[in-house]
């Protein structure tokens, strides 16, 4: 009920926008109490890299802060990710996730490759 999409293979310094629409059977995203994204880099743990509130407060991981940028657009029930200046080291499956009701919904994962 969460698909992420927007992923792709980009040169360092470049940028991608990645989208996670969710499905009105799960409900409505301006509801929800936090939406995230996080990301996995290859035999690594998944990370939260940033978290957008019902309220709108964001936050962000240090090493994405100034780089990225979360958003909601309750309309279109969708969550964006900007990700501007990319580096190598951002490589990996971004996965987009939320909490309704004590069930925790994660997206498929989309995979963002950065080349040096």
């Known amino acids: 009920q969460l698909v992420e999409s927007g992923g792709g293979l980009v040169q360092a310094g470049g940028s991608l926008r990645l989208s996670c629409a969710a499905s009105?059977?799960?409900?409505?995203?301006?509801?929800?109490?936090?939406m995230g994204w996080y990301r996995q880099a290859p035999g690594k743990e998944r990370d939260l890299v940033a978290s957008i509130s019902r309220g709108g407060v964001t936050g962000y991981a240090d090493a994405v802060k100034g780089r990225f940028t979360i958003s909601r657009d309750n309309a279109r029930n969708t969550v964006y990710l900007q990700m501007n200046s990319l580096k190598p080291e951002d490589t990996g499956v971004y996965y987009c996730?939320?909490?309704?009701?004590?069930?925790?919904?994660w997206g498929q994962g989309t995979q963002v490759t950065v080349s040096s």
């Open positions: 009105r059977s799960i409900g409505s995203i301006g509801s929800f109490n936090t």
């Open positions: 996730t939320t909490r309704v009701l004590l069930v925790d919904y």
